[in-house]
């Protein structure tokens, strides 16, 4: 096994390297909204709502829009997507579907997204096939319909450099091979909802002498 592990090594580079290119090229100019404080998507917490109230979510940014959630004077961890054009209201996701709040009651957190890191919460998942890809402490945690649950050590976790920045390089084995990942944050959908994905992810597995490849999207909102 030590041998096997010593002869991928190589190729995961160059699989890597690849993936990191073509993240950085698909990330340019996306919709991720960047200021001097942070990159969406990151998390946020609800402030200056009073303990009697609720934060309304909306169907649009506009304060005139049906309400289609709420959130609690004291909600942690919101993971907004986007901001609209006006910078004044931030995109959640209620459910299944997503929504808007006013900015001025969310307050963003400067713990999510550390020098080559992943945050705890992070969750990918695709279809056609379906697919997930969660954290377990220090592992990652890969399930397909097709084949048992896998649990991968990560090898390494790479990051941009750039303060705050989302854009991830990801590499993780287990006894039956490996898995490259690159998280790139960019609008995203799943397909099945309504919901909206800031980060978008691209997989690739290798192993049994053959790679295959997966995408899908990824959402740091704790489950």
């Known amino acids: 096994m030590m041998r096997q592990d010593l002869q991928m ?16 090229l698909a990330g340019a100019g996306g919709p991720a909204t960047a200021t001097q404080e ?9 402030t200056g709502v009073a ?9 649009a940014p506009d304060a ?21 054009a006006t910078g004044r209201w931030a995109q959640v996701n ?3 579907q997503s929504g808007w709040v006013a900015l001025r009651y969310l307050a963003y957190r400067v713990d999510v997204w550390g020098e080559d890191t992943l945050p705890p919460s992070l969750h990918c998942l695709g279809t056609e096939p379906f697919w997930s890809l969660r954290m377990q402490g220090d592992a990652l945690v890969l399930s397909t319909p097709d084949a048992p649950e896998r649990v991968m050590q990560a090898a390494g976790v790479l990051s941009s450099g750039v303060f705050r920045d989302p854009r991830r390089a990801v590499s993780a084995m287990d006894g039956a091979g ?3 990942a690159v998280i790139v944050p960019m609008a995203c959908s799943d397909g099945m909802s309504d919901r909206a994905y800031g980060l978008d992810a691209t997989l690739i597995l290798d192993g049994g002498g053959a790679q ?8 740091i909102a704790p489950r």
């Open 9 to 24: 090594r190589p190729r995961w580079r160059q699989d890597l390297a690849a993936l990191v290119l073509a993240g950085l």
């Open 38 to 46: 942070y990159i969406l998507p990151t998390l946020f917490d609800v």
């Open 51 to 59: 303990a009697n109230d609720v934060l309304n979510i909306r169907a």
């Open 64 to 84: 005139t829009a049906s309400i289609i959630g709420q959130l609690a004077p004291d909600a942690r961890a919101i993971e907004v997507v986007a901001h609209d």
């Open 94 to 96: 209620a459910g299944e």
């Open 178 to 180: 490996g898995l490259t």
């Open 212 to 219: 295959r490849m997966l995408t899908g999207c990824c959402t």
